[in-house]
């Protein structure tokens, strides 16, 4: 199926252990971006990705790492999780001069 | 400077009332101007998108409101109705495709 999936849906981690965000995209949008989603803080950008093997950091990096070997995969990893990054993390593309992303449902990470 | 303040943070409208949300930006450099809807359980989707070129645009019941002397812009729901209930996202990027700046949200209620 067309689409930007991404996995798992929920996650409950424990503090200190790494932890993977999977997000796949089937339309070879150029562009890719990690959000995490707070009440009160809305969206907020921690990665992006204009094209593969390019990333760069947004508003709040830190904790996290993110690669992209290929165009239609973007992971984020966080490497030693913490109780601040439980969160909703939202992935999104678009495609370069095209309106608006593209979002994915989301996952609902817990760090206890 | 690269901040996009959202207010209110909840509205409550009765069916057939118009939502007004607003949000405000810093940033001159800003040229893209999106709102997006999230319902509980999805990823936030596109709902309509301005450029500081126009003053207005409007796609059925929502339109926004843009004025760029005062870097403000605002989304209006006409005839508002339940299933409009939803969180709202407004957003500011320096270009269609690029990175997004979004707001804190508003969580919008409309009784029946």
């Known amino acids: 199926d067309a689409g930007i999936t991404q996995s798992p849906r929920y996650k409950i981690t424990e503090t200190g252990r790494q932890v993977t965000l999977m997000c796949h995209q089937t339309?070879?949008?150029?562009?890719m971006f990690w959000y995490r989603q707070d009440l009160g803080h809305g969206l907020r950008l921690i990665y992006y990705?204009?094209?593969?093997?390019?990333?760069d950091k947004g508003e709040v990096p830190d904790g996290y790492v993110v690669s992209r070997s290929k165009t239609e995969n973007f992971p984020l990893t966080l490497e030693s999780a913490t109780r601040s990054q439980t969160s909703v993390y939202f992935c999104?593309?678009?495609?370069?001069?095209?309106?608006?992303?593209?979002f994915g449902s989301g996952t609902r990470l817990t760090v206890v | 400077q690269q901040q996009v303040k959202q207010s209110p943070q909840s509205l409550i409208v009765q069916k057939g009332g118009i939502s007004i949300i607003n949000c405000a930006y810093e940033n001159t450099a800003f040229d893209y101007f999106p709102w997006y809807q999230q319902f509980p359980g999805k990823g936030p989707a596109l709902l309509i998108a301005i450029r500081p070129d126009v003053s207005e645009k409007k796609e059925g019941r929502f339109t926004i409101s843009f004025n760029k002397s005062a870097k403000q812009f605002s989304l209006h729901i006409m005839d508002s109705q339940p299933g409009d209930s939803a969180t709202y996202f407004c957003a500011a990027s320096m270009d269609s495709s690029y990175k997004l700046i979004f707001g804190s949200g508003t969580r919008l209620l409309v009784r029946p």
């Open positions: 999104a593309s678009n495609r370069q001069g095209a309106p608006g992303y593209t």
């Open positions: 339309w070879s949008h150029s562009y």
């Open positions: 990705s204009a094209a593969a093997d390019i990333t």
